[in-house]
């Protein structure tokens, strides 16, 4: 299985980039949800860093959302248990960081991927970038990015997501319910909106920035335990039959 990878880069002015690759449209299967969750985390707490871009490579789609293949290898509820914690690893990462993370979403956002864009504090989009939680498709559930969705699109739209669950949502209608900040036409226009905005907040008082972040992330404290608890959910109903037949089905297609 081809593991992808996470890279780093940290620019003068203190803009950090961290970026992800997977060669399955930018899935995230666990070893690679486990190394970008340390990068945010190790990234966040160096001294250089003023502020985080988090963003993937490639042009169509952002992030794809859980892997496939290691989801159908899933045999008990442990392995269940630590594949989607590596979710809840990527979010609490973005939460407990104490710098503003920006986040640039290039395309197509589906799964845990709208879940990695809710949990950045700021996040730019192009008009591609069009949003699905497709996990009751498959006889999941979002449980686990839950909560950062719902957090910033509220629990109406949250529902909306999760029940239409085959359906995509536009990036306009994202940015209406505010899981985009900005959406511009073109990836040209994404990275210099992004930049210039990096540069805007590295220019602030680090200090503030650190303070302010924890005001708007106020109340999510106890997600380490509610994220994990979410994980264990996906975890036992990845077992059941009509999940395994709906991965097959969706893998055959």
Request: net charge negative; proline share 3%; with cysteine.
């Amino acid at each position: 299985m081809q593991t992808g990878t996470v890279t780093t880069a940290t620019s003068p002015e203190g803009i950090a980039t961290i970026s992800f690759f997977h060669p399955s449209h930018n899935a995230l299967p666990g070893a690679l949800l486990t190394q970008l969750a340390e990068t945010i985390t190790q990234v966040g707490q160096a001294a250089e860093t003023k502020v985080i871009i988090l963003k993937s490579e490639g042009e169509k789609t952002f992030c794809a959302g859980a892997s496939f293949d290691e989801l159908i290898a899933i045999e008990d509820e442990a392995q269940g248990l630590a594949f989607f914690s590596g979710f809840a690893k990527v979010i609490n990462a973005c939460r407990t960081s104490p710098k503003i993370i920006i986040g640039r979403v290039q395309g197509k956002a589906i799964g845990g991927g709208v879940g990695v864009a809710a949990a950045t504090d700021y996040c730019f989009a192009t008009a591609q970038a069009s949003v699905k939680l497709s996990e009751l498709v498959v006889g999941i559930g979002p449980f686990v990015v839950g909560p950062a969705v719902e957090r910033k699109i509220g629990n109406a739209a949250f529902a909306q997501l999760a029940l239409d669950a085959a359906e995509f949502r536009s990036a306009d209608w994202a940015q209406q319910k505010g899981l985009y900040a900005e959406v511009v036409d073109s990836i040209k226009a994404l990275d210099a909106a992004v930049l210039a905005f990096a540069r805007k907040l590295a220019a602030y008082n680090p200090e503030a920035l650190t303070d302010l972040k924890h005001v708007v992330w106020q109340g999510t404290e106890h997600w380490d335990t509610l994220l994990t608890e979410r994980a264990g959910i996906s975890g036992r109903l990845v077992l059941s039959d009509f999940t395994r037949q709906a991965i097959q089905q969706f893998k055959s297609r």
